[in-house]
């Protein structure tokens, strides 16, 4: 597992935003290598260039039900612009992973997994359900890095 970098994103400061870095919260007191991070496009593709796995974990807004739960492998497919578009970047998750496909610059694995927000306003608190799926959104990645 020591090959593995896990990447929070989000903002701690705009409640459902900061599902990312919540996360990561649990998983640095597992021992993993983790980090926290704005979600900007190319500061992304140079903190994941010395790890050959990387999982990405992020907010994402579209028409699901908040605290779904998204699966992504982003070496076999493509990964949807409108899912991790709750960002102040133009430049950022998807477009990251897509730049990084042109240039060769990918990890050999990279997940991501989206938790479906509700409200990004400002607030340190997540919405009761993201806040509700943080231990199934843990033991998803701890199977992932596992596996």
Same mark, same amino acid.
């Given at each position: 597992?020591?090959?593995?970098?896990?990447?929070?994103?989000?903002?701690?400061?705009?409640?459902?935003?900061?599902?990312?870095?919540?996360?990561?919260?649990?998983?640095?007191?597992?021992?993993?290598?983790?980090?926290?991070?704005?979600?900007?496009?190319?500061?992304?593709?140079?903190?994941?260039?010395?790890?050959?796995?990387?999982?990405?974990?992020?907010?994402?807004?579209?028409?699901?039900?908040?605290?779904?739960?998204?699966?992504?492998?982003?070496?076999?497919q493509t990964v949807p612009t409108d899912l991790f578009h709750y960002s102040?970047?133009?430049?950022?998750?998807?477009?990251?992973?897509?730049?990084?496909?042109?240039?060769?610059?990918?990890?050999?694995?990279?997940?991501?997994?989206?938790?479906?927000?509700? $409200?990004?306003?400002?607030?340190?608190?997540?919405?009761?359900?993201?806040? $509700?799926?943080?231990?199934?959104?843990?033991?998803?990645?701890?199977?992932?890095i596992r596996a």
């Amino acid at each position: 597992m020591n090959d593995w970098l896990i990447i929070g994103i989000g903002n701690r400061l705009r409640r459902d935003d900061a599902v990312g870095p919540r996360v990561v919260d649990r998983l640095e007191k597992r021992g993993l290598q983790c980090q926290e991070h704005s979600g900007e496009g190319a500061g992304l593709i140079s903190a994941w260039e010395a790890y050959p796995r990387v999982l990405l974990i992020d907010a994402t807004r579209s028409d699901a039900k908040p605290g779904t739960i998204h699966q992504i492998n982003a070496i076999e497919q493509t990964v949807p612009t409108d899912l991790f578009h709750y960002s102040s970047h133009q430049f950022g998750v998807a477009e990251a992973i897509e730049m990084a496909r042109t240039l060769k610059r990918l990890p050999d694995q990279l997940w991501l997994v989206g938790i479906e927000g509700e $409200n990004f306003g400002y607030g340190e608190e997540l919405t009761p359900q993201v806040n $509700n799926v943080l231990d199934q959104a843990e033991q998803i990645i701890l199977a992932r890095i596992r596996a």
